[in-house]
């Protein structure tokens, strides 16, 4: 059974940063993604990175303030989230994807996505 621990969610003020963590069971993937999901809506993308090209995508609301990043060596995964706004505040998942896509759009969606973390809160205060 693969496992993805989050951690890193916290409270913190607007314009503030936080980065989280993702550890991994050491299973390969294809590709890594965060995303999130506020009080009352559904779960939506964040960013990924592709294993072999390291190729990264982030959502339009976060591109300037966020960064996703992975350590190989660690078999973790990292979204280092800047100048945080109160409409960042979610339960953020991390997501882990075994199939390899040819199209970058695939990884936008969760369905494609087949491992999830359990989330962690993070909550910007105004």
């Known amino acids: 059974q693969v496992q993805l621990v989050e951690s890193g969610g916290g409270l913190v003020q607007a314009g503030g940063s936080l980065r989280l963590s993702c550890a991994t069971s050491?299973?390969?993937?294809?590709?890594m993604g965060w995303f999130r999901q506020a009080p009352g809506k559904g779960r939506e993308f964040v960013a990924a990175?592709?294993?072999?090209?390291?190729?990264?995508y982030h959502t339009n609301s976060v591109k300037g303030r966020f960064t996703v990043s992975r350590h190989d060596v660690k078999n973790t995964l990292y979204l280092q989230m800047n100048r945080l706004k109160p409409e960042d505040t979610a339960v953020y998942y991390c997501?882990?994807?075994?199939?390899?896509?040819?199209?970058?759009?695939?990884?936008?969606?969760?369905?494609?996505?087949?491992?999830w973390g359990q989330g962690t809160q993070v909550t910007v205060s105004s």
């Open positions: 050491g299973r390969t993937f294809s590709a």
């Open positions: 997501a882990a994807c075994t199939n390899s896509y040819y199209s970058p759009d695939a990884y936008y969606i969760r369905e494609s996505y087949n491992s």
């Open positions: 990175i592709r294993r072999l090209e390291g190729s990264t």
